[in-house]
């Protein structure tokens, strides 16, 4: 959105849908943020073969409290398998 203050436009933020998330100050999730990019790097920005490394990063993020929980059928990683299976 932008509103009119004497003939120029700020912009005005708003929220995210899904509310705000604190950033990795700390770097705890660093190495898993780091291998989805380098994934994404050696698959020329191909998301679909980096699926199983970004639903790692996100349960980094869940499980230090740097994002809510969220069930992973809603975050659209529901078809792929947890960390404990992938790690057997």
Known sequence: MATAYLGKKSFVPTA???????????GVC?????????????????????????KKYFE???QNQLMAKE????????DLPSEKEVSK
């Open 16 to 26: 995210p849908i899904k509310g705000s998330f604190p950033l990795d100050h700390d």
């Open 30 to 54: 660093k190495t898993e943020m780091v291998d989805y990019m380098i994934c994404l790097n050696k698959s020329k920005a191909q998301n679909e073969d980096c699926r199983l490394v970004a």
């Open 60 to 62: 980094c993020r869940m």
């Open 71 to 78: 069930d992973w059928v809603k975050l659209g990683y529901g």
